[in-house]
């Protein structure tokens, strides 16, 4: 630009004439953002696929621009990168990502159901695309392999003879195991999507699998989608209010646990990070208060990104050493469960408190074999 006088102090800044224009200070931040986000992955997730680096820098850009949406937008972005790489290198790409690209270890699971339900489509049954699939994040991708498996099945004709043979192959190789629970659990994921997020209509449907073990476990699946309802704009239920409570005071005992168990999710999208009111809620659930701390564990390392000293921190919130206990004893489950590895869990049992330890490491040892069993409602403490 001929006549115009650069700055040489801050090259970003021009001068035209003796009048200054707006500074190109912005635009410079933005792009020093940008190349950042594109050095992250290769700095940190070294392990991810040359092709996949470029498309998650694409999608850590693009989702957290959208705001609001951007988990919504996430989980698309990750069913199209496993319709367009296969479900094995689309579940890398999250393995490998999530510590960067997710604020919270909540925001994967999605995504994982989402690759599922691509993953669904390119196998010819459950057992195989089980066979190929990766228990992280919650096992979310088993889930989702069950919601792509029924999108076929007419939900006016459903019945026992359409839903019994979608874990056969399971059920009959390893009955009541963490695949028959994962297969189980999506099931309830999977009536929901089906029933268009209707509660009452899905867990109806649950009463419809002649297994006796799988109409216990489908409802821990259903009332899950259902808390998950406020949290994105893609699944919202009108079985949700501005009581927390609800619909757990209206489930059925034999269902309450699965209920209560899940609905400190609602409870924290109400009133966000209030800890020490949640252990007040539970309260509410009268005989099973046991599945409500079991699930305030659960919230407490989920939303501390599974960070050993922010897990026990919101435990020590408990007003009594009992519910510090069932606090520290969810948190340990839910650990094992996100990773489907026993160290992360461990490592968390070696940084508490000396007097939860024993309860810690139980509840690290009973899993998976356990499963949402509440039965104990207390916790071995030291002295």
Not at 60 to 79: L, N, P, V
Not at 154 to 164: G, Q
Not at 263 to 292: I, K, M, V, W
Not at 336 to 350: E, I, K, L, W
């Amino acid at each position: 630009m001929s006549g115009t006088p650069v700055d040489r102090t801050f090259p970003w800044m021009i001068r035209i004439g003796s009048g200054q224009i707006a500074t190109h200070r912005l635009f410079f931040i933005a792009i020093l953002a940008f190349v950042i986000a594109i050095m992250l992955p290769a700095i940190f997730a070294p392990r991810l696929h040359a092709g996949l680096t470029i498309l998650t820098d694409g999608i850590r850009f693009g989702c957290f621009a959208a705001g609001t949406k951007g988990a919504d937008c996430i989980e698309a972005s990750f069913a199209r990168l496993a319709d367009a790489k296969g479900p094995e290198a689309a579940m890398d790409a999250l393995k490998n990502d999530q510590p960067i690209f997710f604020g919270s270890a909540l925001d994967c699971h999605a995504s994982a159901h989402a690759i599922g339900r691509v993953a669904a489509s390119r196998y010819a049954s459950v057992g195989e695309a089980f066979a190929v699939g990766d228990p992280y994040c919650w096992s979310g991708y088993y889930h989702g392999v069950i919601e792509g498996t029924m999108r076929g099945i007419p939900r006016e004709a459903l019945s026992a003879r359409e839903l019994d043979p979608i874990c056969a192959t399971i059920r009959e190789r390893d009955r009541a195991t963490f695949d028959h629970w994962n297969c189980a659990h999506g099931l309830g994921h999977a009536l929901m999507y089906l029933h268009g997020e209707d509660l009452e209509r899905s867990l109806a449907s649950c009463d419809l699998l002649s297994d006796p073990w799988e109409r216990t476990q489908c409802p821990f699946g259903v009332y899950m989608q259902n808390a998950m309802g406020g949290e994105t704009a893609a699944h919202q239920s009108r079985f949700l209010s501005d009581d927390p409570a609800f619909p757990c005071t209206e489930a059925m005992p034999e269902r309450a646990d699965a209920c209560w168990w899940i609905q400190s999710t609602r409870y924290l999208h109400l009133a966000p990070n209030d800890f020490a009111g949640l252990f007040a809620f539970c309260d509410r659930a009268g005989e099973h208060r046991a599945a409500c701390l079991d699930g305030i564990g659960r919230e407490a390392s989920a939303r501390s990104g599974m960070h050993s000293t922010k897990t026990a921190a919101r435990c020590t919130l408990a007003p009594n050493d009992g519910d510090h206990a069932a606090c520290i004893a969810g948190a340990a489950r839910n650990m094992r469960s996100f990773y489907h590895d026993d160290a992360p869990a461990r490592a968390f049992c070696t940084d508490i408190n000396a007097k939860f330890v024993d309860t810690c490491l139980a509840a690290v040892d009973a899993y998976p074999t356990v499963l949402y069993d509440f039965s104990i409602t207390s916790h071995p403490v030291r002295p």
